[in-house]
């Protein structure tokens, strides 16, 4: 009989933990999953494309198989005509989600999760039992399929956050909650360090931040939040899964109000060695768990695993084809790029954009719409063309295109 495996909580009481990257950007790229609503129904549809990219992120180094629930809510999956939610059902997608992640942890030491994000219910203003009734159903699921620990991922409001906790905290499993903020805290204005402060007394045995921003504004967030946590005397883990590119343009609401989402941000995305920086700046900042969201590919987190290998005292599957920094390169054919087989050289790089008539830095929307704004009301209909229209009026209006 194989040996139980060890649970979260007790690896990151033991080192560093490698979490996976993001999942419905990629499969969207690779067209599976669709833009906009970004539900996971590709789970039942497209169960194999699902399985390849866990196991990708497995032989990257990944500890923790992080099932593609991502706004796999019901009120999500019925939201604004999209047909998931009755034509497949809150539990089947779940269900197989949690299966196929449980599959591949399973083909190494991997650990599983069951990850909840932000519902629609909430943004439209209904209370906090309608909105812990959605969560429950998924965490139903959760539990039934035996995943090793709970995640509240993607929460723009902490009090959101708390309920979710609250509902996950029923259950007898060891819950982590990231919220997608910035250094400037939640979309209603409480402050990073109180969210973190909020998320511990809710219950959360870990505690950070995913998506949104780049992993240097997330690990600013981080240092605001540990401070906070430091200061009341609170002691969670910490965990950072950021986006893999570039925002230090972004405003409160991170990448979804740069003009470049969701089809251009191809420029802004992180190298690989910015993620041996990020990887190496978490750990030293106090982060034990260590990943990726939006972006993050598969070598996004390869580096981090190798950036840590020491500490993680093992290397991943995934580098026996990689020399780090460059070193296979000294088996070029052009001596050019052999003399490129350092460190140095890939650690000051600045990759040049190769759009001489593009902008470094980006204007964001900034509508400042969130929760309690009518504007952001949701429907299970199909948004109209007439709706979409004023939706184009107030943003060439806010950009000053017209009066």
Not at 96 to 125: F, I, R
């Amino acid at each position: 009989m194989a040996p139980a495996k060890r649970g979260i909580l007790e690896r990151l009481a033991a080192g560093p933990v490698i979490g996976d990257g993001g999942f419905v950007f990629e499969l969207e790229k690779r067209g599976y999953v669709k833009a906009g609503p970004w539900t996971p129904e590709a789970a039942v549809e497209d169960p194999e494309a699902v399985r390849q990219l866990h196991r990708e992120f497995l032989r990257a180094g990944s500890d923790v198989m992080q099932a593609f629930t991502f706004y796999a809510s019901e009120d999500k999956l019925m939201n604004r005509g999209n047909k998931a939610g009755q034509m497949i059902g809150v539990e089947a997608i779940n269900r197989a989600a949690a299966e196929l992640a449980k599959s591949v942890a399973n083909e190494g030491d991997a650990l599983v999760l069951g990850g909840l994000s932000q519902c629609p219910s909430y943004l439209s203003g209904k209370g906090k039992e309608a909105v812990q009734k959605e969560f429950k159903k998924q965490i139903d699921v959760f539990v039934d399929t035996g995943m090793d620990f709970l995640l509240c991922e993607y929460f723009e409001h902490v009090e959101e956050m708390e309920w979710a906790i609250e509902e996950c905290r029923k259950t007898k499993l060891p819950v982590g909650a990231n919220m997608c903020i910035g250094p400037e805290g939640d979309l209603h204005g409480v402050s990073a360090a109180e969210c973190a402060i909020r998320m511990a007394r809710a219950g959360a045995d870990i505690v950070g931040v995913n998506c949104h921003f780049d992993p240097f504004v997330s690990l600013e967030a981080l240092r605001k939040m540990k401070a906070g946590l430091d200061a009341a005397n609170l002691h969670p883990y910490l965990m950072c899964q950021p986006l893999a590119y570039h925002t230090p343009d972004a405003g409160k609401q991170g990448f979804i109000d740069l003009p470049e989402f969701p089809f251009a941000l191809e420029a802004r995305i992180c190298t690989r060695f910015d993620m041996h920086r990020y990887a190496r700046e978490a750990w030293e900042l106090g982060v034990r768990y260590i990943g990726g969201c939006c972006g993050f590919q598969p070598y996004h987190i390869r580096a981090c695993a190798e950036e840590l290998a020491v500490e993680r005292k093992k290397s991943p599957e995934g580098s026996e084809k990689h020399l780090p920094w460059g070193g296979g390169l000294v088996m070029h054919t052009k001596p050019w790029v052999r003399a490129r087989a350092r460190r140095d050289y890939w650690e000051n790089l600045k990759p040049a954009g190769g759009r001489p008539f593009c902008p470094a830095m980006s204007k964001p929307d900034a509508w400042g719409v969130t929760k309690g704004d009518e504007i952001l009301v949701q429907q299970t209909e199909a948004s109209s063309v007439d709706h979409i229209k004023q939706m184009q009026k107030i943003q060439m209006e806010k950009k000053g295109v017209i009066a």
